[in-house]
């Protein structure tokens, strides 16, 4: 795939690419967003090298593909949609340490995020992103005909509830199968972090499918693996990937920002 205003290097044939030639803590003209929005149809994450940016500058970014989101969790003081991620050796979990799309328990998901890491321990703490797409296209044609039929429910208490049993959490429903909105390819939507149950089937059905739909998302096959670098920008597609940080590094300091974009109402629903 050739773009006008930048390069991108594909990382796996599955998902993931590194772009370079796109400076983003300059304003960006509409040629550049045209073709990071396609990137990101293209290959379902993609990553900058060397952005310094700060939380003003991570919210114009995001706010170039939509409108950012204030998170569940608490953000800045001064920018309420910038959510700062960190953990170092006084740290007991961080933020996405299992499997998840990011807050699918809402009606309408996040599209996309756009995480900045400034600071990386001495080695580890790489992110793992899963392509949906790959997932869906792998199952056998029976078992996409039996998932086509269901949908499951997503509760933010499965993510959220360790930290306070007694909040109130958003819970939603969706397909299992979704239909992209720009690619209009299929995918498997359900991950371990938020979906709780298929819904209309006996409880250990579900259990049994999802416990082998969640399996079968995580396949090394279907994944790509970023190896951070200080100052370097990761922006998933979240209608179509999974994503793990995978926290290795303990007691080593891992620290940055992060923004949500939001979805779009219409397309949740048409589904
Ligand atoms: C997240 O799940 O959003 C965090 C990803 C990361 O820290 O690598």
């Given at each position: 795939m050739s773009y006008r205003t930048l390069q991108a290097q594909p990382l796996t044939p599955t998902i993931g690419a590194e772009l370079s030639g796109?400076?983003?803590?300059q304003p960006l003209s509409d040629e550049q967003v045209a073709d990071i929005r396609q990137a990101l149809h293209d290959h379902g994450v993609i990553f900058f090298r060397d952005q310094p940016l700060d939380p003003e500058s991570l919210k114009r970014v995001g706010q170039y593909f939509g409108e950012l989101q204030i998170h569940a969790l608490k953000g800045l003081?001064?920018?309420?949609?910038v959510r700062k991620l960190h953990a170092d050796a006084t740290s007991k979990h961080v933020a996405g340490e299992e499997w998840h799309t990011d807050?699918?328990?809402?009606p309408v998901p996040p599209m996309g995020s756009v995480l900045y890491l400034h600071t990386l321990p001495p080695m580890g703490g790489d992110t793992a992103f899963s392509s949906m797409y790959a997932a869906y296209d792998a199952l056998s044609a029976p078992m996409k005909a039996y998932l086509e039929k269901l949908t499951a429910t997503h509760d933010g208490k499965l993510a959220f509830g360790r930290f306070d049993p007694d909040g109130k959490y958003p819970v939603a429903v969706h397909p299992v199968i979704r239909t992209h909105p720009a690619t209009g390819r299929k995918l498997l939507f359900v991950n371990r972090?938020?979906?709780c149950h298929i819904n209309d089937v006996p409880q250990d059905e579900s259990e049994a499918i999802l416990h082998y739909l969640f399996k079968h998302a995580e396949n090394a096959y279907f994944q790509v693996r970023f190896r951070w670098t200080p100052h370097a920008v990761a922006f998933w597609d979240n209608r179509c990937t999974q994503h793990l940080a995978i926290?290795?590094?303990?007691p080593h300091e891992r620290s940055g920002f992060r923004v949500q974009i939001e979805g779009d109402r219409a397309d949740y629903a048409a589904a």
């Open positions: 796109v400076d983003l803590t003081p001064e920018h309420p949609e807050m699918s328990c809402l972090g938020f979906t926290w290795d590094y303990f």
